[in-house]
């Protein structure tokens, strides 16, 4: 069973940082993406920085040169390092994974979700 183990998160005030966490296990599947995604009050989940299989890393305008995210291939674990942050970051943040597997020439494919984690930003 995929679990999403999120970590980080809290209160900050506008121009300080903070780092998230995602440790994945029961992954036995391939791997396609990982990333981090939020949803602010009231809006839809966008996508904050998503990694490739092949480790490129794909970030939102809105977030470039403040975000940096990092993969620990081994230990399946996405790290999400945010600096000058602004009110406008403040939202419910996920850890998604999404993969595939071909067994007994089907095709199965996974998307996951962890529970979210709040970060609050104040002006």
């Known amino acids: 069973q995929v679990q999403l183990l999120e970590s980080g998160g809290g209160l900050v005030q506008a121009g300080g940082s903070l780092s998230l966490s995602c440790e994945a296990s029961?992954?036995?599947?391939?791997?396609?993406?990982m990333g981090w995604y939020r949803q602010k009050a009231g809006k839809l989940r966008e996508p904050v920085a998503v990694?490739?299989?092949?480790?490129?890393?794909d970030y939102a305008e809105s977030v470039k040169g403040r975000v940096t995210m990092s993969r620990d291939v081994a230990k399946n674990t996405l790290h999400l390092q945010m600096n000058n942050l602004k009110a406008e970051d403040t939202a419910v943040y996920y850890c998604?994974?999404?993969?595939?597997?071909?067994?007994?020439?089907?095709?199965?494919?996974?998307?996951?979700w962890g529970q979210g984690t709040q970060v609050t930003v104040s002006s």
């Open positions: 998604n994974v999404d993969g595939e597997k071909i067994e007994g020439g089907v095709r199965y494919v996974y998307d996951h």
């Open positions: 029961g992954i036995d599947f391939k791997l396609n993406t």
């Open positions: 990694i490739s299989s092949g480790g490129d890393v």
